[in-house]
């Protein structure tokens, strides 16, 4: 047989390759072009190092806070079953898809100055509660990333093989034994990576600083960046902060590539066993006191938003929300269409590679790292370098959003559809060989059917990210032609946080919406 | 060590088992039956980790309700997982001994002649990894040693092994329970396993566990249910 293996990984390695390129290009060569562009900039000012100092410090902060916590909660969560049980864990899963901007909102609503604990403690004669800086930042990053990493560890209990809890038993293990044994080495595994995973998304979350953080001493690195890029219109020193913020990144990145392989799962939902735990009415007290208050911790800013924002959605919202909704809507489309693209064709490109060269294959995961590490703001800002001397970067808001935040959510689509695809190739490769099943026809018999679940979940992720996304759009964007939670943050700004907020319960709905369709859609007619 | 299931139901999950049969001290009984048929479920509940919904087990006439697994005078081999990966052979050996791997010298005495007792001398120091299949079988072997408890339960931990492996390893078993004078339930798919070792077998299936009868005789001459599962041989 001439017609050997090669012409059916042609299509994948082209579609792969140029997959790899527009992304090569959107973070290396980002690099290179801010490294040429940073020369003027090169410097650090006492601003710039306080920057560096609060980025450093927040992100290790929300990082150490949010496993400490999680640690109770995920073994509450392992051990108690309760009506409700499954909510709970799958609404674990919901801050990852929604947007900052609202969390903030909601947050403020819970936390802030006319808040409702204010509001409880002001009668006992305690002052109003302030959350802007240090402490709203870690606060939130809290609220985002306590759940995140509760998962991964409930993850981790559900996987001690069931025969070890068994085994303790039958050995008469004591609480600590017990412990030491089985769940302290778990814990050492998952926890390193979690924290290095929490630290980097801590390090690039942007809509937070913007919102929370501010002035001299609660600035970050992209925040500076975005002041210098708007404000001071000093692209030099733009260029070079972006340097800065990428190499810290790259090197968390790194870390945890090595540290938390598989830590990034982000499969739907999470398998839940049985609980087998040694245990007393002291132990199921304080369980149920942990599970309490963990619950309130996420609810409740997500019911104060409903509450505030109901009656706005029923007055009217303002008029520009609409055609800033419709503009959120398709650039939600358009990159999640596109990140949908890049994660097939990479996934393609990993497969064929895969047991050939290990190296090659590998460099596929590490340019899904890259992006990871690569902010959104570092693309955005050496795409705005780039667009610059050719065209007015402010009208190209919307295309650059998509591509940007294509590229942003691509590691995790990633996460999703490569294990799947190789899985495929893996069970059924040797059977389509067999039976002549190749090239186009091999994908829409083979592929697609398998892995539209997969591809429609991280469709859908992609699809919300996007929606929620106050990152590349603050910089380029025009007050005219901005996005939903660009104009929930000039609502905020303007002190009107009830318009904000029913803002905010459109923004939600969408970003849900266009998730659950996607997600829906790739479950319909599955046999699997 | 007299096992006595009187009238016992076991639930795990939707599925039930039935058990009223009684195994005299030292026997060493083999338990067949197809897959689903509640051999694991058997075993399990015996050492306390299902519960039970009605009858009760008992050990030489005293009833073991409400007694926890680690304080019921027996031990169970799982299918897999029987060693922790993070923990050397000599401590998975010495959790038979102390669960928080406190040994004193004479301790450590003993459990160093209970792996060179099933074979493992000098390997000790190795984690699960570094062993073959048989060696981590042996491993866990040297812990139900060490532990000396009257009944051993085996729910086929040798079921991963090549046929002349698990032929020593059936033989390891039998010399152990000899020493100890326990008794022994052994869950197998093998009729060759249950002749080797085990002189009476007990027919577990659709959630039913009979009596024990010889092995020999049953084999012999299966009943339809046996036979079925057996295949013509």
């Known amino acids: 047989m001439a017609r050997g293996a090669e012409p059916v990984s042609l299509v994948p390695r082209l579609a792969g390759g140029a997959a790899l390129l527009v992304l090569a290009a959107l973070t290396l060569g980002a690099i290179l072009l801010l490294g040429a562009q940073a020369d003027t900039g090169w410097r650090l000012d006492p601003a710039d190092w306080a920057a560096l100092r609060f980025t450093l410090w927040q992100s290790f902060l929300s990082a150490t806070l949010s496993c400490l916590l999680a640690v109770p909660l995920a073994r509450a969560l392992f051990r108690r079953r309760f009506p409700g049980h499954r909510l709970y864990v799958a609404f674990l899963g919901a801050p990852f898809i929604l947007p900052a901007i609202v969390a903030v909102l909601g947050l403020l609503a819970v936390w802030g100055r006319s808040g409702l604990l204010s509001d409880l403690i002001a009668p006992l004669g305690f002052g109003p509660l302030d959350i802007y800086g240090l402490r709203g930042v870690v606060l939130a990053h809290l609220f985002f990333n306590l759940p995140l990493v509760t998962r991964i560890l409930l993850q981790g209990w559900v996987g001690i093989p069931r025969e070890h809890f068994r085994l303790a038993r039958q050995l008469g293990f004591t609480p600590r034994d017990q412990f030491r044994h089985l769940e302290a080495p778990m814990l050492r595994r998952s926890l390193s990576g979690a924290f290095l995973l929490v630290f980097l998304l801590c390090m690039t979350s942007f809509a937070v600083a913007l919102t929370l953080g501010g002035g001299p001493k609660a600035t970050t690195i992209e925040l500076a960046i975005y002041q210098a890029l708007r404000f001071e219109f000093d692209l030099g020193h733009a260029a070079f902060l972006a340097l800065i913020q990428f190499t810290l990144c790259a090197l968390a990145a790194l870390l945890a590539l090595g540290v938390g392989r598989g830590v990034l799962d982000l499969k739907g939902a999470v398998a839940v066993g049985r609980p087998t735990l040694a245990d007393g009415r002291v132990a199921r007290a304080a369980d149920r006191a942990v599970l309490a208050l963990g619950g309130l911790f996420l609810l409740l800013p997500l019911g104060m938003i409903g509450v505030r924002g109901l009656p706005e959605l029923v007055v009217g919202l303002p008029a520009q929300v609409w055609p800033a909704a419709l503009r959120s809507v398709l650039v939600a489309l358009a990159s999640a269409f596109l990140c949908l693209m890049m994660a097939l064709a990479l996934s393609a490109f990993i497969d064929t590679l895969r047991g050939r060269r290990a190296g090659l294959a590998l460099a596929g995961d590490v340019v899904g790292v890259l992006t990871l590490a690569a902010s959104p703001f570092v693309i955005g800002t050496a795409l705005f370098i780039a667009i610059n001397p050719f065209a007015d970067p402010f009208a190209l808001a919307l295309p650059v959003t998509a591509l940007v935040n294509a590229a942003m959510s691509l590691p995790f689509a990633l996460r999703v559809i490569s294990p799947a695809w190789t899985e495929i190739t893996r069970a059924y490769g040797g059977l389509s060989e067999s039976v002549g099943l190749r090239g186009w026809q091999r994908v829409r018999l083979l592929y697609w059917p398998l892995l539209r679940r997969p591809a429609g979940f991280a469709t859908g992720l992609s699809a919300a990210l996007s929606m929620g996304d106050l990152g590349v759009i603050a910089l380029f964007a025009t007050p005219d032609r901005g996005t939903l939670p660009l104009v929930m943050h000039q609502l905020m700004g303007a002190y009107r946080s009830d318009a904000a907020a029913g803002v905010a319960l459109l923004l939600l709905a969408l970003s849900a919406a266009l998730f659950w369709i996607f997600d829906r859609g790739g479950r319909i007619d599955t046999r699997l | ?233």
Request: overall charge negative; aromatic content about 4%.
């Open chain 2, 1 to 233: 060590m007299t096992l006595d299931c009187e009238g016992l139901r076991l639930r795990n999950g939707s599925f039930e088992l039935t058990a009223d049969f009684s195994v005299p001290q030292g026997a060493s009984v083999a338990v067949m039956g197809p897959s689903g048929g509640g051999k694991s479920s058997l075993l399990a509940g015996l050492a306390g980790f299902l519960p039970a919904v009605a009858g009760r087990v008992c050990l030489n006439g005293a009833p073991l309700d409400g007694v926890p697994p680690g304080d019921r005078p027996m031990t169970l081999l799982f299918q897999e997982h029987n060693l922790f990966p993070h923990l050397t052979v000599a401590q998975n050996a010495g959790l038979g001994l102390r669960p928080d791997l406190k040994l004193s010298s004479e301790d450590k005495a003993r459990r160093d002649a209970a792996l060179d007792e099933v074979g493992l001398s000098g390997l000790g120091a190795r984690y699960p990894s570094d062993l073959s299949g048989g060696q981590r079988s042996r491993a866990a072997l040297a812990r139900a040693l060490l532990r000396d408890r009257p009944l051993l339960m085996l729910d086929e931990p040798f079921a991963a092994l090549g046929p002349a492996l698990r032929a020593d390893m059936l033989d390891l078993v039998a010399r152990i329970r000899a020493e100890q004078g326990a008794t022994l339930l052994m869950v197998t798919h093998h009729p060759a396993d249950a002749r080797r070792i085990a002189p009476l077998t007990i027919f577990v299936d659709e959630g039913r566990a009979h009596a024990p009868v010889e092995t020999e005789v049953l084999l012999a001459d299966p009943p339809p249910a046996l036979k079925r599962y057996l295949g013509e041989v």
